[in-house]
């Protein structure tokens, strides 16, 4: 019903910058309808929340980690989900979801290394 495809991650130095996307589809899902979010995961640890965006994009919510280094963003014409990422750190090396807030739809996700 819905598919999410997440894409733009790879490897990058400490202090680079990288921008992910999230592409949304499916034939009765109403993309600006819901608020999103990006997750990510790192090895051995739980899924931790990023940061969120509602419908319209007006209002965004971060983890502390990532406060003022992450972007969260959306282009509800093209029905997709963005992160840019600046100031990475090697603690952001992660495998990074989006997802439809309040439902379980997740992409597979896109992984992010950070070197030193």
């Known amino acids: 019903q819905v598919q999410l495809v997440e894409s733009g991650g790879g490897l990058v130095q400490a202090g680079g910058s990288l921008r992910l996307s999230c592409a949304a589809s499916?034939?009765?899902?109403?993309?600006?309808?819901?608020?999103m979010n990006w997750f990510r995961q790192a090895p051995g640890k739980e899924r931790e929340f990023v940061a969120r965006i509602n419908w319209s994009g007006a209002s965004t919510t971060y983890a502390d980690s990532v406060k003022g280094r992450f972007t969260i963003s959306r282009d509800n014409a093209k029905n997709t989900l963005y992160l840019q990422m600046n100031s990475l750190k090697r603690e952001d090396t992660a495998v990074y979801y989006c997802?439809?807030?309040?439902?379980?739809?997740w992409g597979q996700g896109t992984q992010v290394t950070v070197s030193s």
């Open positions: 499916g034939r009765t899902f109403m993309f600006s309808n819901y608020a």
């Open positions: 997802n439809v807030f309040g439902l379980e739809y």
